[in-house]
């Protein structure tokens, strides 16, 4: 089971950018998808985007299309999500997960980060 620290929340302006970075410890790093998930105040922790080990298959929701980015680097243990035009409605703690495969939900995760807190003024 991979342990996992993510690394690169803040507070930004609506419009900036963030990246989050992820390292995770443990020899089969290579062996999982890589995912983020993000929960808001009050609200259910969500799928955000996840990739696969080779870093073909991506997957995000659909309301950071075109805005979020997620990569990995297998050498150095780390995953990354780049984020762009941020807004208020991205607000919430975002989680680096590790799972078995692309579809990732919030049942099927082997390990969680901590979280790190990003938020997003008007």
């Known amino acids: 089971q991979l342990q996992l620290v993510e690394s690169g929340g803040g507070l930004v302006q609506a419009g900036g950018s963030l990246r989050l970075s992820c390292t995770a410890s443990?020899?089969?790093?290579?062996?999982?998808?890589m995912g983020w998930f993000r929960q808001a105040p009050g609200k259910e922790r969500e799928f955000v985007a996840a990739?696969?080990?080779?870093?073909?298959?991506?997957d995000y929701i659909e309301s950071v299309k075109g805005r979020f980015t997620v990569s990995r680097d297998n050498a150095k243990n780390t995953v990354y999500l780049q984020m762009n035009s941020l807004n208020p409605e991205d607000t919430a703690v975002y989680y680096c997960a590790a799972g078995p495969g692309i579809q990732m939900t919030s049942r099927n995760i082997a390990s969680w980060g901590q979280g790190t807190q990003v938020t997003v003024s008007s």
């Open positions: 443990g020899r089969t790093f290579r062996s999982y998808v």
């Open positions: 990739i696969n080990w080779t870093g073909y298959i991506v």
